[in-house]
């Protein structure tokens, strides 16, 4: 019986972007050339300045290409208007950044909620806390958890909307490397039971051990792509 191919979720061709500073111009992507599959958890790895965030932030909507086409499913994200992407925002996509945005006079249940009240098949907040091991923290504010802590708050934030698709941008960029170990856990936990493709940003490359795939960007560029064939689960990390 022959087993499904895992579907496509992002599809990118020939995307560019272009940055003008003044009399500048930085060319942030140089023609990258990408697919990306439900289920999947890549790591995209590479230094400071070598186009990782601008990526992750056209597929995720917050910015639009220059040139090239870059698909979301069926929809073509680089044709799209700001309500467009406003919408497929809020209804795909789960983002995490490397600091983690709590709003400080909220508990870590209602820093959660907050993202619940516009999602259209949320879970409880209560259940995306568990997930990420916060059960008993739902009535904690920012100021009583560990930055680790926080850091999981806002995946639970994060997932709670059950996203297609979750973005991480230097998620343990904070953190010492014990506090990001239980982070990545997290993050290993979601990909699992979840099915969530999830997009892991850093210039660690420590961490590339647990994805499924690695890709390297330097200057814009793809320059490497290559499969875990024996993936390390996030416990085992360390850097």
Known sequence: MAVA???????????TKVYTLGEVQVHAL?????????????????????????LLNILGGLDTPSGGEVYYLE?????????????FRRDHVGFVFQFYNLIPSLTARENVAAVTEIAR?????????????LG???????????????????????????????????PTGA?????????????EKVNRELGTLTVLITHNAGIAAMADRVIR????RIVDQQRNADKCAARELSW
């Open 217 to 220: 960007l330097s200057d814009g």
């Open 30 to 54: 140089r023609g990258i050339d990408l697919e990306l599959y439900a289920g999947e958890l890549v790591v995209l790895l590479g230094p400071s300045g070598s186009g990782k965030s601008t």
């Open 75 to 87: 929809r073509n994200l680089s044709a799209a208007d700001e309500d467009e992407l406003t919408r």
């Open 136 to 170: 008993e923290r739902l009535d904690h504010f920012p100021a009583q958890l560990s930055g680790g802590e926080q850091q999981r708050v806002a995946i639970a934030r994060a997932i709670a909307k059950n996203p297609a698709v979750l973005l991480c941008d230097e």
């Open 5 to 15: 191919s895992p579907q496509c979720v992002f599809r990118a061709r020939g995307l």
């Open 175 to 187: 953190l010492d490397s014990h506090t990001g170990v239980i982070v990545l856990e997290a993050l």
């Open 121 to 133: 098949a949320p879970m409880q907040p209560e259940q995306a806390l568990r997930l990420v091991g």
